[in-house]
């Protein structure tokens, strides 16, 4: 067990992973002892032409020992979000900025889908996401305020949500995930508020909400 400090509180923590392996870490997921970690990196300043950059990538380490076993997706990310693994092996990256999934099978890229709309079965934005006991694909699509469900391969199956402030509505939604129980649980950012929900959409509980105090970041010159 080692113990650190930081800001005043003491943590215990068992071991860190990565060091220069990852660059800006994002998001994670584990299966099979081994954790995938998504880079999403910094854009040069100014842009670049071409923002695409080999630090933007997948990296995946073996918990039990440490040993970095490769990356993959170097120069096909813009800004990617989020990462998801389903039964088969298989890990997804959502990118806001192409507005697409990219799927690998060990390492390699096997495919990608989705088109730029605010249509069903399109992406405006596209962020967190999970898969559900049987296998389908839950995202959010921050832009057009709403989740959506798919197929493992991009065929379409529903969605709900509209932008705004009621229950079952969202502002710039962001992170998702799946309970053992199916209940689809969605980081309402913009409202500072989690909603939770049925699988087919229906408003279940809201946690937090615009009362919360926000957080006032330090100025500076």
């Known amino acids: 067990m080692l113990t650190t400090t930081v800001a005043g509180r003491t943590w215990d923590y068992e071991k860190s992973i990565g060091g220069n392996r990852f660059m800006v870490p994002w998001a994670a997921a584990t299966r099979d002892g081994v954790l995938y970690v998504l880079s999403r990196a910094i854009e040069s300043i100014p842009p670049a032409a071409n923002r695409f950059t080999n630090n933007q990538t997948v990296t995946s380490v073996r918990i039990e020992d440490e040993e970095f076993l490769g990356n993959f997706g170097a120069f096909e990310f813009t800004w990617p979000v989020d990462i998801a693994l389903d ?21 390699v890229r096997e495919s990608e889908w989705g088109e730029h709309g605010d249509a069903a079965g399109q992406f405006n934005g596209p962020s967190g996401m999970d898969f559900d006991a049987e296998g ?80 006032t970041a330090p100025t500076w010159n």
Do not use: C, M
């Not at 997804?92 to 697409?100: G, M, N, R, T, Y």
């Not at 305020?145 to 962001?174: I, K």
């Open 87 to 107: 039964g088969e092996g298989r890990v997804f990256v959502s990118d806001e900025e192409q507005h697409k999934l990219f799927v690998y099978v060990d390492g």
């Open 136 to 215: 389908n694909l839950f995202i959010v699509d921050s832009l057009a305020g709403r989740v959506q469900r798919f197929t493992p391969d991009g065929r379409y199956l529903g969605g709900w949500g509209r932008t705004g402030a009621a229950g079952g509505e969202f502002s710039r939604p962001w992170g998702l995930t799946v309970g053992p129980d199916g209940s689809v649980y969605v980081a309402d950012w913009g409202n500072d508020r989690v909603q939770k929900f049925t699988s087919d959409g229906e408003h279940l509980l809201t946690f937090g909400g615009s009362k919360i105090r926000r957080y």
